[in-house]
């Protein structure tokens, strides 16, 4: 793979995935064969920042759960209503990074 196209992939995605990961994506990138690029250029990431703003403002709903792809957990905050809001508030914090994990696992799964 060409660097060039692995240093703007990780240019333009960096904010979609962990900070401490983007070595190892670097790193697989580089390995990747060409026909595989076409497949990874289609690839659709959450923004952490979206995920963030539906869980502050539709949190207790869960949408910010199913957002992502938890849709097990999106489901048990519809139910409780996020918790009693106690789970809502926790998500605000960790929301972020749930959602540049989810992005690493569906990226590191293509790879």
């Known amino acids: 793979m060409d660097s060039q196209k692995v240093d703007l992939f990780i240019l333009i995605n960096s904010k979609n995935f ?15 064969p060409e026909d595989k690029w076409v497949l990874l250029s289609l690839m659709q990431f959450n923004d952490p920042t979206l995920s963030l703003i539906l869980s502050i403002f539709l949190g207790p709903l869960g949408i910010d759960r199913f957002f992502i792809g938890d849709i097990g957990m999106g489901i048990g905050k519809l139910l409780t209503g996020g918790g009693c809001g106690i789970w809502t508030i926790i998500d605000w914090f960790f929301i972020m990074n749930t959602t540049r994990e989810k992005n690493f696992t569906q990226l590191a799964m293509t790879l």
């Not at 962990?18 to 990747?32: F, G, M, Q, Y």
């Open 18 to 32: 962990p900070e401490d990961k983007l070595p190892i994506i670097r790193e697989r990138l580089l390995k990747l």
